[in-house]
Nanobody, 119 residues
Framework: QVQLAESGGGLVQAGGSLRLSCAASGSIFNINIMGWYRQAPGKQRELVASITSGGSRNYVDFVKGRFTISRDNAKNTVYLQMNSLKSEDTGVYYC?????????????WGQGTQVTVSS
């Protein structure tokens, strides 16, 4: 299992940009899927973007064209570049690591980082 630590959140005006980082305590090379989720006030946690070990990316519709997920296996870090931010992007952003198949198998979460977009 890996520990995940998010950073890069903060307060930004609508239309601005932020880059979130998720640093893992160990190698992410063999982690099947790394993802970013967000939880808005009063709402359930939802997937924002994910990237597989092979580099395939998946985005939820409401961030397509604005957010970019990337992973740097050498630095054991996953990033989420967020551009053209909107007030509805406000929430706590969580990093997730899913490893399945060969042991160890795990589903790890970070503590989250707050993103607040002011309109």
């Amino acid at each position: 299992q890996v520990q995940l630590a998010e950073s890069g959140g903060g307060l930004v005006q609508a239309g601005g940009s932020l880059r979130l980082s998720c640093a893992a305590s160990g190698s992410i090379f063999n982690i099947n899927i790394m993802g970013w989720y967000r939880q808005a006030p009063g709402k359930q946690r939802e997937l924002v973007a994910s990237i597989t070990s092979g580099g395939s990316r998946n985005y939820v519709d409401f961030v397509k064209g604005r957010f970019t997920i990337s992973r740097d296996n050498a630095k054991n870090t996953v990033y989420l570049q967020m551009n053209s931010l909107k007030s509805e992007d406000t929430g706590v952003y969580y990093c997730n690591a899913k490893k399945y198949g060969l042991p160890p198998i795990f589903n790890s979460w970070g503590q989250g980082t707050q993103v607040t977009v002011s309109s």
